[in-house]
T-cell receptor, first 112, second 112 residues
Framework: AAGVIQSPRHLIKEKRETATLKCYPI?????VYWYQQGPGQDPQFLIS???????DKGSIPDRFSAQQFSDYHSELNMSSLELGDSALYFC???????????FGSGTRLTVV | SQQGEEDPQALSIQEGENATMNCSYK?????LQWYRQNSGRGLVHLIL?????REKHSGRLRVTLDTSKKSSSLLITASRAADTASYFC????????????FGKGTMLLVSP
């Protein structure tokens, strides 16, 4: 079965650069979520989209933005990157409210 | 502070033994979910228990939920070396759209 696809798997950027992470949810899943997980930390919710509209916002810095497109894929845009942005970024999708999430394998962002 | 707090933070057992992890949370929830994460990999959904359920089983997994104490436990029976991973509880709170809030996780090491 198709899973949540994230690209790229790994990304190395320098400070102050910009990064774009992509997520392709499972077909017919109506909600997409973005999470950030620092080294040894629990995943922190960033932002979510329900039917292409932003549905909830967590601890997402103003330097980050995200959107969901007409084909349901989502992109997380990160500007003015800082060393502290180095983390695993996960995208997840769910079929309906109150169901388990399916996570992608994540994008490992390293800011040098 | 975190919605879900797990204990213990780390657990080391021998193959064949049972492993119990606990999770406490603060606010009312729609459901509570348990996820597994191998080092640096994606999160895998294990089991979801709704707020009106008290116990749920899935294979060697048993989850309990006590909403009066705002706590849950995950029991893995007859553990295997392949169960070595971090385990996170995540709560889906009763407000607006579904958003999971993760606890800090329990790192389980199962030795052969």
């Amino acid at each position: 079965a198709a899973g949540v696809i994230q690209s790229p798997r790994h990304l190395i950027k320098e400070k102050r650069e910009t990064a774009t992470l992509k997520c392709y949810p499972i077909p017919r899943h109506d909600t997409v979520y973005w999470y950030q997980q620092g080294p040894g930390q629990d995943p922190q919710f960033l932002i979510s989209f329900y039917e292409k509209m932003q549905s909830d916002k967590g601890s997402i810095p103003d330097r980050f933005s995200a959107q969901q497109f007409s084909d349901y894929h989502s992109e997380l845009n990160m500007s003015s990157l800082e060393l502290g942005d180095s983390a695993l970024y996960f995208c997840a999708s769910s079929r309906r409210q109150g169901y388990g999430y399916t996570f992608g394998s994540g994008t490992r962002l390293t800011v040098v | 502070s975190q919605q879900g707090e797990e204990d213990p933070q780390a657990l080391s057992i021998q193959e064949g033994e049972n492993a119990t992890m606990n999770c406490s949370y603060k606010t009312s929830i729609n459901n509570l979910q348990w996820y597994r994460q191998n080092s640096g990999r994606g999160l895998v959904h294990l089991i979801l228990i709704r707020s009106n359920e008290r116990e749920k089983h899935s294979g060697r997994l048993r989850v309990t939920l006590d909403t009066s104490k705002k706590s849950s436990s995950l029991l893995i029976t007859a553990s295997r070396a392949a169960d070595t991973a971090s385990y996170f509880c995540a709560t889906d709170v009763q407000s607006g759209y579904s958003t999971l809030t993760f606890g800090k996780g329990t790192m389980l090491l199962v030795s052969p």
